[in-house]
């Protein structure tokens, strides 16, 4: 890798391993995730992990104040930016924790839905961000949870169904706007053409290795049968 990209390892940028995709690809890539680095919506994704903490810990004051704070950062943002898009992708995933606590479960569905459409916006506008595609599997992985939560069977074998065939490239992860079907194979295709060395190949495996991939999926869904293991990822 070149001295630009060894300045995003996957160590430094810790769990943003999408973040450090961008990198791999060239410069343009390498100046966003640079310009995001500095950017309020970078700085508020700590505000996200500390908010889900809060929930998980039953501190649903702190949450819902923390998340209030990430709220006004996506109301002072550019709402064509994709940085903006990126951010609230992030922040829909806790919202949706917070409105399923709440016995909200529509609202975290649309929480769920409305994070999805940011996620393919932002890879429809910068191609480097591709690996956020993972958040159809992951996003359908929570759906279940709260169909499993609720009882509701039909919906839970569902919603497993469906991530279990995106992650093994059998499905579409999502659709883009000009009818491009995107799957696992086109994230790894994608990457592909960039030539990269195994250790970046290995920090990204979790979105280009079908079998990386299912080892993810399975352990999401291990505890689904659990209250307390209802998981949202965040950066």
């Known amino acids: 890798m070149s001295e630009n990209t060894n300045e995003f390892s996957a160590r430094d940028l810790k769990?943003?391993?999408?973040?450090y995709a961008a990198t791999l690809v060239g410069e343009p890539g390498?100046?966003?995730a640079a310009d995001f680095r500095t950017s309020p919506q970078s700085e508020a994704l700590g505000s996200i992990r500390d908010a889900l903490l809060s929930l998980r810990r039953g501190d649903m004051d702190s949450g819902r104040a923390q998340l209030e704070s990430c709220r006004r950062v996506l109301d002072d943002s550019d709402p064509e930016a994709v940085?903006?898009?990126v951010f609230e992708r992030f922040l829909c995933g806790v919202v949706a924790y917070e409105r399923f606590v709440?016995?909200?479960d529509g609202?975290?569905?649309?929480?769920l839905a409305r994070g999805e459409a940011c996620a393919r916006k932002a890879f429809e506008e910068k191609r480097f961000?591709?690996?956020l595609a993972s958040t159809?599997?992951?996003?359908n992985v929570q759906r279940a949870r709260i169909a499993r939560l609720r009882r509701d069977w039909p919906s839970l074998g569902r919603f497993l169904n469906s991530a279990r065939s995106m992650v093994a490239s059998e499905a579409p992860l999502c659709t883009l706007a000009d009818g491009e079907a995107i799957y696992v194979s086109t994230v790894a295709n994608y990457f592909d053409?960039?030539?990269?060395d195994a250790e970046a190949l290995e920090e990204i495996a979790i979105y280009l290795d079908t079998r990386a991939l299912a080892q993810r999926f399975e352990r999401f869904i291990s505890n689904i049968s659990s209250p307390h293991h209802f998981v949202v990822p965040y950066p």
């Open 107 to 111: 609202g975290a569905m649309a929480a």
């Open 136 to 139: 159809f599997s992951e996003f």
């Open 102 to 104: 709440s016995d909200d």
């Open 129 to 131: 961000l591709l690996t």
């Open 83 to 85: 940085a903006t898009w």
């Open 30 to 32: 390498r100046a966003w």
């Open 193 to 196: 053409q960039f030539s990269l």
């Open 15 to 19: 769990s943003q391993t999408w973040l």
